[in-house]
């Protein structure tokens, strides 16, 4: 028998930010990789840490915006940020991991509205984030090298 999955939408609800009182969200930022599950393990987390305060309602442009402001290698036009939610499992020291969207800077995504809110993030979860640049030139193949024979006579 095949599982069946149904999709809940989270009903968004405007969040008044004059009074109501912003979360902590732990961001860690890595240039061109996402950080290893197993530095998330019993409590540790990675060294590159990015503290934020937010509300449920911010979206992934507006974290991207916020990263830009601090992470100087990632203004650059065209670089792309990943976003991936780590959570922990209950009653268990591992995390698991959930890509929720990707934006892409100085250019429009399909998930530059997506909140905190749409996604499974809880308070207490990590985001992992990681932050490609463009490629500046197209990169050529390396040359082929053939490798000559030897000729070999017999006589």
Request: with cysteine; hydrophobic share 35%.
């Given at each position: ?14 969040v008044n ?79 698991n991991a ?11 995504s399909p ?45």
């Amino acid at each position: 028998m095949a599982a069946v999955e149904s999709l809940v939408k989270v009903e968004e609800k405007p969040v008044n930010r004059e009074k109501t009182c912003p979360l902590l969200l732990r961001v860690f930022c890595a240039m061109e990789h996402h950080n290893n599950l197993s530095e998330y393990y019993r409590g540790a987390v990675p060294g590159n840490e990015l503290q934020i305060y937010t509300w449920m309602d911010a979206t992934l442009r507006e974290l991207t915006g916020l990263i830009k402001e601090v992470n100087i290698e990632s203004r650059v036009r065209g670089t792309t940020f990943d976003f991936v939610l780590v959570s922990p499992e209950y009653n268990c020291p591992r995390f698991n991991a959930f890509e929720i969207g990707q934006t892409v800077a100085g250019n429009r995504s399909p998930d530059d509205s997506k909140t905190l809110a749409n996604t499974r993030f809880t308070i207490g979860d990590y985001l992992d984030v990681c932050i490609t640049p463009p490629e500046r030139f197209m990169r050529r193949p390396a040359p082929m090298r053939y490798i000559k024979k030897k000729k070999t006579f017999n006589h």
